[in-house]
């Protein structure tokens, strides 16, 4: 019944590997997004995602690449993994892209560490 | 670019205190303002939300905020905390560009 779920919520991995996150929504929302969430609890976006396409891309490095399948999914790889990427990742979907009364729903957050 | 600014960074209450959470925002144009609570370890979860009509929004748990639009603010408050209460407290805007824009944070701390 999750709305906004999550994989893995927790990962622990060495500098320098590829690792992936995945995302899937079931509320039929229109716009999917990833928000990074770092040590001092500070959310930006990164992307935004509608209907499969690429709305936002945020100033964040080309290791990082999201990829949407379809519009209940987007998925977050990473490559060459470096200290500095270890925060919490979330998802969250709205019903469109331009936030109408729906608002925003989070999913529970990866947290990615980087050691 | 828009800017969200909550000039409370921890704010340390007992319970029953009455309180109120500074936000303010700078984006001249219309706006949907948003309060969210993040319980320790958890995700982020919808206080309450302004879309348009009545500035003053109740929200969940005794929550509510005022819209104040000549003072660019959105303030939350509650008459009485509990320690339940004890969490992240984020303000967040959305401009129409498709994303929300979040203020820093403010940590609530009730002590019982």
């Known amino acids: 019944d999750t709305a906004v779920s999550q994989t893995p919520k927790y990962l622990v991995t060495q500098m320098g590997n590829d690792k992936s996150i995945k995302c899937e929504q079931n509320l039929g929302h229109d716009t999917m997004y990833w928000y990074k969430q770092d040590s001092k609890k500070f959310l930006k976006i990164m992307f935004s995602y509608n209907n499969k396409e690429l709305i936002i891309n945020e100033t964040v490095p080309n290791r990082f690449s999201p990829k949407s399948p379809d519009k209940a999914h987007l998925n977050l790889h990473i490559n060459s993994l470096e200290l500095g990427d270890s925060a919490v990742y979330f998802c969250?979907?709205?019903?469109?892209?331009?936030?109408?009364?729906?608002?925003?729903?989070f999913g529970s957050g990866t947290r990615l560490t980087v050691v | 670019a828009q800017s969200v600014s909550q000039h409370n960074h921890h704010v340390i209450l007992s319970e029953a205190a009455s309180l109120e959470l500074g936000c303010n925002y700078s984006?001249?144009?219309?706006?949907?303002l948003f309060w969210y609570v993040q319980y320790p370890g958890q995700h982020l979860q919808l206080l309450l939300k302004?879309?348009?009509?009545?500035?003053l929004v109740k929200g969940i748990k005794g929550f509510e905020a005022e819209f104040i639009k000549s003072k660019f603010s959105f303030n939350l408050r509650k008459p009485s905390v509990q320690w339940s209460d004890t969490a992240e407290y984020f303000c967040a805007v959305d401009t129409g560009r498709r994303a929300l824009t979040f203020g820093s944070g403010t940590r609530l701390q009730v002590q019982p």
């Open positions: 984006y001249g144009g219309t706006v949907n």
């Open positions: 302004y879309f348009s009509g009545d500035p």
């Open positions: 969250a979907s709205s019903r469109d892209s331009a936030g109408t009364p729906g608002g925003y729903t």
